[in-house]
T-cell receptor, first 115, second 105 residues
Framework: GAVVSQHPSRVICKSGTSVKIECRSLDFQATTMFWYRQFPKQSLMLMATSNEGSKATYEQGVEKDKFLINHASLTLSTLTVTSAHPEDSSFYIC???????????FGSGTRLTVV | ELKVEQNPLFLSMQEGKNYTIYCNYSTTSDRLYWYRQDPGKSLESLFVLLSNGAVKQEGRLMASLDTKARLSTLHITAAVHDLSATYFCAVTMRFGAGTRLTVKP
């Protein structure tokens, strides 16, 4: 089946630094990918929709200058958390729709801890 | 604004018992999703329900959709410990709060 590969699985960074998370579609092309954030014991919140070759669409309340999304190819989307702070510590998950018909596959997630 | 409400939020079940998780949503949608999440893991897709009256079953789990009532249910039959996890319903990209299911011997 279709696989969405997400790296790294865990990252610890110092406050003020930037962290890049990669999301790759391994056996299909993804013109659109979705980025979610999940705080402990909470639900998933859609942060942004990543569009290949164009600007990402951010959900209300998500700082686009802080969470930089790049979707430069049909198989790779990246999320960069800039100037990370402890409150950015969270579980970040990407997803894509391999067949374009509304069946979503999720990456394995990235646990970000900012110290 | 689309709202997705799930209940109960916590469910402690005895093995062998049956129970139902409910998912209500506020605006018209033609598809609804159920996912499972184990602690520290990402999401596993369980069901995609595409039309009114749709019913899907996999093992001890059965999901149904009533688009007129804007309600989906996830029914658990004869629960076993392996079903312990958090279950989410989702409409479009909006997720319910999740139901944390614990199955006890």
């Amino acid at each position: 089946g279709a696989v969405v590969s997400q790296h790294p699985s865990r990252v610890i960074c110092k406050s003020g630094t930037s962290v890049k998370i990669e999301c790759r579609s391994l056996d299909f092309q993804a013109t659109t990918m979705f980025w979610y954030r999940q705080f402990p014991k909470q639900s998933l919140m859609l942060m942004a929709t990543s569009n290949e070759g164009s600007k990402a669409t951010y959900e209300q309340g998500v700082e686009k200058d802080k969470f930089l999304i790049n979707h430069a190819s049909l198989t790779l989307s990246t999320l960069t958390v800039t100037s990370a702070h402890p409150e950015d510590s969270s579980f970040y998950i990407c997803s894509a729709d391999p067949q374009g018909v509304g069946g979503y596959t999720f990456g394995s997630g990235t646990r970000l801890t900012v110290v | 604004e689309l709202k997705v409400e799930q209940n109960p939020l916590f469910l402690s079940m005895q093995e062998g018992k049956n129970y139902t998780i409910y998912c209500n949503y506020s605006t018209t949608s033609d598809r609804l999703y159920w996912y499972r999440q184990d602690p520290g893991k990402s999401l596993e897709s369980l069901f995609v329900l595409l039309s009114n009256g749709a019913v899907k079953q996999e093992g001890r789990l059965m999901a149904s959709l009533d688009t007129k009532a804007r309600l989906s249910t996830l029914h658990i039959t004869a629960a076993v410990h392996d079903l312990s996890a958090t279950y989410f319903c989702a409409v479009t990209m909006r997720f319910g709060a999740g139901t944390r299911l614990t199955v006890k011997p």
